[in-house]
Every structure is written in C-alpha cells, then in structure tokens.
C-alpha cells in the first residue's frame, strides 16, 4: 500500500547542562528494565520505545536509528469483516514513527506523524521514565539561507497563531507565562485560534527585539506544534518574514509500506530515513560544525 512519509530535522540540545544526552537517553531507554511497558504521560498518552539500532557496522558511525510508538486505547474504530456486521473492538492500536539521531551534530530526523510520538511526547518520556532528567530542547533545522539570515539579520517582529491553546503543555525549561495567558485570551474572545505579533512601532528603525527571546520563541512554539500553526520572524535586512516551520528542512515521499508486516514496515521507513539523513549530512556538517 502506497503511503506519504514525512519526517523533519530537528536540532538537540540539553535542558540540564549536566544531564545525559539523547544518544545516551536512548540507550537508556532501550536498556530499561520496564522498556516493554507503555510510559503513561500528559494524562492519558501512553509511549514507548519500539525499535533501537546502534551498531556502526549497520547504521553507520555515530547513529542510532529506532522507533517510538504510541498506544492507543480509547476511539477505537470497529471491525468491518467482509459479510460480517461490525463488531466493537477493545484491542489498541499502535502509532509508530521511526527516527535517526546523529550523536556528534545533535540532530534528529523525526517521521511527522501527529498521531504517534510528536516531539514534546519523545521528550515526556524521556522524563518520566529517566527521572530526574529535565529533557530537551528541540529547534527546527531551518534550510541554510534561512538560518544564515535569521544568525545575521536584525530582528523587528515575531509572530505567531496558536491553535487551542487551553490545551497545550508547558515546555520544560521554556515556561513563558504564554500558555495560561493565551487560553484567557482564547476564552475572553471565545475563539479557538489566538494570533500575536511582538514588533517596534514604524516609527522606531533603531528597535531591535531579542535574538535570545526569539530563540526561546523557536524552542516554545517546536515543543507545541500540535498548536503553533504559525511562526514567522521578520528582520530588518529581509523585505518578506522568515516563516520558521516552512524553511525548516524535512522529507517526504510515498512508500510502499506493508500495513500487515510490522518489520516490514518499520524496515522499509527506517531507510527511507537513513537515505534522506545521509543526503543532507553535508549541508548538516557545514551548519552545526562536526
């Protein structure tokens, strides 16, 4: 069965200077004695570690390529057996996303799959299962031009559009005061999309807002994007706005994937991301330096 694969490059960086990184986290994760148990995190979502490789002979030096998976127990569609009426089902379903990490570049290549294990769930349960650890930060890898302009521009407005912003997380390390903030303003105006825009007046060209604040704004808004359907910075130097989410790299293609062969499956995604992380390993060495 032929199915759009989409997967996005993400860059990695500690929360706690002290705490293990993700490619030690992995492996702790794949060693853990409770690896086979779901990790109940954010309430109700229930993840866990599926598949782990690290053996450079296989994925190559300094990788590890695996996969999450998210369980889900309840809206469970029924079964529609050919001739049969339909029938309830109590069985979960699986929501798998393959990855590769890069340990010395600190990047990952995530599959996007809203449904399955979306960054800020990866982080979830990195913390709860290998408490105390605080998590990550996770940015977008943004396409070279983009990044090059945003390092050197001049920063005059940021903007972003929250989707339910009621039911968005608090990022660990990245606690803004935005989220409780944003749902007032999503119940005042009785609306379920809230959009702001932080700038300096026209009449103000020495303005500048802050390359750090904005670079907090990047980590929020990655760690929510089941919500942030928009972030765009806007700088001096630049007639148009850098849209964050459309420069940052990513690959997509149609697989033929096997819904009824599992390793099959995860076999046949888990190429489709080595090919793709290796492609842009160039650009990746000359942006991040190793």
């Known amino acids: 069965m032929d199915a759009k694969i989409k997967a996005r490059f ?52 300094g990788f590890i390529d695996g996969e999450f998976v998210r369980q889900q127990t309840d809206n469970i569609p029924p079964f529609a057996e050919q001739g049969q009426p ?25 599959e996007s799959r ?21 998590g990550f930060f996770l940015s977008p890898v943004l396409s070279q031009a983009a990044l ?27 606690d803004l005061g935005l989220e409780e903030n944003l749902a007032r303003l999503q119940n005042h105006f009785e609306g379920p999309n809230i959009e702001v825009t932080a700038s300096w007046p026209r009449g103000n060209r020495d303005g500048i807002l802050s390359q750090n604040a904005i670079a907090r704004t990047i980590r929020w808004a990655t760690g929510n994007r089941d919500h942030v359907e928009k972030l765009q910075v806007k700088i001096n130097e630049e007639p148009d706005a850098i849209d964050i989410f459309s420069e940052q790299m990513k690959v997509v293609d149609v697989l033929d994937l096997d819904s009824h062969n599992v390793d099959r499956n995860y076999a046949t995604r888990r190429a489709f991301l080595a090919q793709s992380f290796n492609d842009h390993l160039p650009i990746l060495r000359r942006l991040y330096g190793a």
């Open 10 to 61: 993400y860059q990695v960086e500690n929360v706690g200077k002290e705490d293990a990184t993700l490619f030690d986290c992995l492996h702790q994760l794949w060693a853990h004695a409770n690896r086979t148990a779901y990790e109940t995190i954010y309430g109700d979502v229930r993840v866990r570690i599926e598949n782990f490789a690290n053996d450079p002979a296989v994925v190559g030096d």
């Open 86 to 110: 339909l029938e309830g089902n109590v069985r979960p379903l699986g929501h798998r996303c393959a990855f590769r990490y890069h340990a010395q570049l600190n990047v990952l290549l995530l």
């Open 114 to 134: 809203r449904e399955a294990v979306t960054p800020i769930r990866m982080d979830a349960l990195v913390k709860a299962r290998l408490n105390p650890h605080r």
């Open 148 to 174: 090059e302009k945003l390092r050197n521009g001049t920063p005059r407005r940021v903007t972003f559009r929250v989707a339910r912003p009621a039911e968005m997380e608090v990022v660990e390390g990245e």
